[in-house]
Each structure stands twice: as C-alpha cells, then as structure tokens.
C-alpha cells in the first residue's frame, strides 16, 4: 500500500503542471489553473500524511490523524464547497475536531494496548 501512495503522489508531484494545463490556458485562465493546482497540492499533501501511517508509534499515528483530518477537510472546502480561503469556521469546528479525534485515537489505543499487555 505504500508503494501505491508513494507512486500517486510523486506523479502528482511531476505532473501537476501538465495536469493543471490539460484542463486549463495558463494564460486565459489563470485563476482556474491555479485553485486546480491548490487542489492537486491539497490531494499530494493528504497522500503524503498516509504514507507513514502505517508503520509508526502510538504518538505519532495520533498526530498523523490529526494532520489527516486537517488535510481531509481542507481539501474537502476546496474540491468539493469551492473555498479556497480560509474562514473562520475553520478555526472554530475543524481545529477542536482534528484535535479530539487525534486525542480519542491516541487514549483508546493506549488503553486497548495495556490491556492486551495485562
């Protein structure tokens, strides 16, 4: 499966430009070709927190789920609602969410993990 990300986001990463120029005249349309660019960054940036999620410590899947939620719903604004800045429902509804779930993950794993020890 990483294999699999890491082949996605490095061609995401070589071929953004192409990508954003097929649908778009860089010269014409400026404003398009750069919130699809935006986009394509918001979707390698997603790619790139999954990669090591995987293989890694109790603490650091925990951040990595906050940094995924983040991203997630970043991205979602973008692609999906057409926002391209940031408001301030973001601050209010999407940083407590990205923490609580990052917490919940990193507390029910630490429980579940002491008593499969015990």
Avoid at 23 to 49: H, K, P, S
Wanted: charged share 15%; proline share 2%.
């Amino acid at each position: 499966m990483q294999a699999i990300l890491i082949i996605i986001f490095t061609l995401l990463w070589r071929l953004n430009t192409a990508i954003c120029d097929h649908y778009y005249n860089y010269d014409l349309e400026y404003g398009q070709w750069y919130y699809l660019r935006c986009d394509i960054y918001e979707v390698m940036f997603l790619i790139a927190m999954l990669i090591p999620l995987f293989k890694q410590t109790l603490f650091s899947k925990s951040l990595l789920i906050f940094s995924l939620v983040l991203i997630s719903i970043s991205a979602f604004c973008k692609i999906v609602l057409n926002e391209h800045e940031v408001t301030e429902r973001f601050y209010f509804l999407i940083i407590p969410l990205a923490v609580s779930t990052g917490y919940i993950y990193y507390e029910k794993r630490n429980k579940g993990e002491n008593l499969t020890k015990g």
